[in-house]
């Protein structure tokens, strides 16, 4: 009886059930300031269940802006699967229902194991999921009889629908935006912390190569995070337990009530691959862990602190270097500003001399002394390695690679990094040939980049320049090419070019 209706029409019911049911979870996430809405946790769950290299690859892909692109696909996949549940219901009607069903399942499921997600964020999931049970009959029993009433009646319901979850959509925009609100509180944070200025020197000022202090807004971005999470200063608390003679629980104010320390301070990810730009230098101002620490008092056979980021992201910390003399900071604010929504706010860890995954949590909430033998981290469990000591390295920034340029004299410049061992010299290689020392900036400590350049004869042709460091420990970057797992890429970056 039912062979004759129409699959286009089944189809587009279903994908308008999908529609309604998504725009009622979207709106019911809005409304509860749910950081995760079900599509959101689906796509973060992908990325979660995806092991090892896939992972790494997947992040990398949607890394720094492209995270929308994961989400969409989510919701194109969401809308297929509505369609084919629509067409289903011709060969009977539980068939249709199931495929909404089972989304309903593995969206409650992804929000379920989110970290920091309580039983009210399955309530976008439960309502999208009744909506869309809701919705399915009224569309398609009109399809029932496929004479001209039927389609007349089925172009009303929907129509209706397609109103109904327009409303449902315009107004969640409405609802108050966590997001907005904290934008709003960071604006209005007034800290007692300075803009820092750059060391004379430092910076060598040649066109093309990176400034030696990166603006926020240029600063490269890493977490897994899909949603920036929006945390308020009000209610943000770190706590401080483990191993330890005392627990703490510090607010926003506590923690400035503390000491604060500035300090230039080179971040960088260890899934940079060599050449690459997840590297960045900025003007930090923060307490100094060591401080805190000590006042929790650490005890006898703890060797690690084991982070954890608001959005449950965690990482561990070698206590030695949160306890020595060097500047690791719960970090406030970055370049005399609160720290950007992207960057952490309102705190987060930077260290010198350690990899980003091992050391630099954002939204910091928790930190746990502990031992390395007793945990494994967000990236530890994917195969990076438990210990992240940044690798020396340097980089060619001028001349861009595979660029045309004059013959005779080339300047050449780009950075060089051993964070917490320092720079000693730098040098270049052109086609092969001696390596020659060029000139470095000037810098403040040994926790930051050094800008380097200098000046090259060419002739006119295809040319190789390479380039590497020497470190403080007399350390020369090794030529040995490695990948960046798991524990950073090693050898030269090394470039093309051509005179004329
Ligand atoms: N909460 C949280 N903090 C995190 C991460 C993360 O995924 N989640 N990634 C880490 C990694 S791998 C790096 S390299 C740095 C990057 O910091 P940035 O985005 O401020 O440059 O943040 C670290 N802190
Ligand atoms: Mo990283």
Not at 2 to 19: Q, S, W, Y
Not at 215 to 237: G, K, Q
Not at 366 to 391: C, I, M
Not at 467 to 493: K, N
């Amino acid at each position: 009886m039912t062979t004759d209706r129409p699959r286009l029409l089944l189809a587009a019911a279903g994908v308008l059930t999908g529609v309604a049911g998504l725009a009622v979870s979207l709106a019911t996430a809005a409304a509860l300031h749910e950081r995760l809405d079900p599509p959101t946790a689906v796509a973060e769950a992908v990325v979660d269940v995806t092991p090892g290299r896939a992972a790494k690859a997947l992040i990398d892909l949607v890394g720094d802006n492209d995270k929308p692109l994961l989400i969409a696909g989510v919701v194109v996949g969401l809308l297929a699967l509505s369609a084919l549940g629509g067409v289903l219901t011709a060969r009977g009607r539980w068939q249709g229902f199931a495929v909404f069903v089972g989304m309903g399942l593995v969206a409650g499921v992804a929000v379920a194991t989110r970290p920091n997600t309580g039983t009210a964020a399955l309530l976008p999931v439960v309502l999208g999921t009744l909506t869309w049970l809701a919705v399915l009959p009224l569309l398609i029993l009109p399809l029932r009889s496929s004479d001209a009433e039927g389609r007349r009646r089925f172009l009303v319901q929907a129509g209706v629908v397609a109103a109904g979850a327009a409303v449902v959509g315009i107004g969640s925009r409405f609802l108050g935006r966590r997001r907005r609100v904290v934008e709003e509180a960071r604006a209005d944070l007034e800290l007692p912390v300075t803009d820092g200025v750059v060391p004379e020197g430092a910076d060598l000022e040649v066109a093309g190569l990176v400034p030696w202090r990166v603006a926020n807004e240029d600063f490269y971005r890493i977490d897994t995070a899909l949603v920036v999470p929006a945390v308020e200063v009000d209610t943000w608390r770190l706590r401080v337990h483990g191993m330890v003679e005392r627990e703490l629980t510090l607010t926003f104010d506590d923690l400035l009530d503390r000491r604060l320390t500035e300090a230039w301070l080179t971040l960088t990810c260890v899934s940079n691959p060599v050449g690459q730009d997840l590297i960045g230098n900025a003007w930090w101002s923060g307490v100094r862990v060591a401080d805190v620490l000590a006042e929790a008092g650490p005890l006898p056979g703890a060797d690690a602190v084991l982070q954890t980021s608001e959005d449950g992201w965690t990482c561990g910390t070698p206590l030695e270097a949160l306890t020595d003399d060097r500047n690791a900071l719960l970090a406030v604010a970055m370049n005399g500003e609160p720290l950007p929504l992207e960057h952490g706010f309102p705190v987060r860890m930077v260290v010198p001399g350690l990899y980003g995954y091992v050391s630099a949590t954002k939204w910091l909430v928790d930190l746990e002394v502990t031992r390395f033998d007793d945990f494994e981290a967000f990236w530890t469990e994917r195969g990076w390695s438990p210990q992240g000591p940044v690798k020396t390295q340097s980089r060619i920034d001028v001349p861009v690679a595979n660029h045309r340029v004059t013959s005779g004299p080339v300047v050449v410049a780009g950075v060089a990094w051993a964070q917490h061992t320092g720079v000693e010299a730098v040098e270049v290689r052109l086609d092969g040939g001696a390596w020659t020392p060029v000139e470095l900036g000037r810098v403040p400590s040994v926790d930051t980049w050094v800008q380097w350049s200098g000046t090259i004869e060419v002739e006119p042709g295809v040319h190789t320049l390479a380039v590497r460091a020497t470190d403080r420990s007399g350390y020369t970057q090794t030529g040995v090419q490695r990948d960046v797992v798991p524990d950073g890429a090693t050898g030269w970056h090394t470039i093309e070019f051509t005179a004329e």
